[in-house]
């Protein structure tokens, strides 16, 4: 078993930056692929990001490119992902996930533990 809490969300102003932090605790020893995914009101949770045990593959969603990066420090145990840029429509519960395979990791399915989310508000 693996948790994952997520940190780091709140409110911030369009244009602004936040980073937030997805902290691995548990079974941590396999190598996990992780991602960032986020859930709006009314809306169905959708791919942002991902990155594979290494580091040296990430994926991005389009809509995100260019202004989020992600990134791990393994022996943190720690993911994070850097939000720059933001606008309203960034608005969302971000939670972060792993994977224990690296495969296409743009849809829910894939993961196999979650956190519970933090929320990330952005007025304009």
């Known amino acids: 078993q693996v948790q994952l809490v997520e940190s780091g969300g709140g409110l911030v102003q369009a244009g602004g930056s936040l980073r937030l932090s997805c902290a691995a605790s548990?079974?941590?020893?396999?190598?996990?692929?992780v991602g960032w995914f986020r859930q709006a009101p009314g809306k169905e949770r959708e791919f942002v990001t991902a990155i594979n045990w290494s580091a040296r593959s990430t994926r991005y969603a389009d809509s995100v490119k260019g202004r989020f990066s992600i990134s791990r420090d393994n022996a943190k145990n720690t993911v994070y992902l850097q939000m720059n840029s933001l606008k309203p429509e960034d608005t969302a519960v971000y939670y972060c996930a792993a994977a224990t395979a690296w495969g296409n990791l743009v849809n829910v399915y894939e993961y196999d533990y979650w956190g519970q989310g933090t929320q990330v508000t952005v007025f304009s």
């Open positions: 548990g079974r941590t020893s396999r190598s996990y692929s």
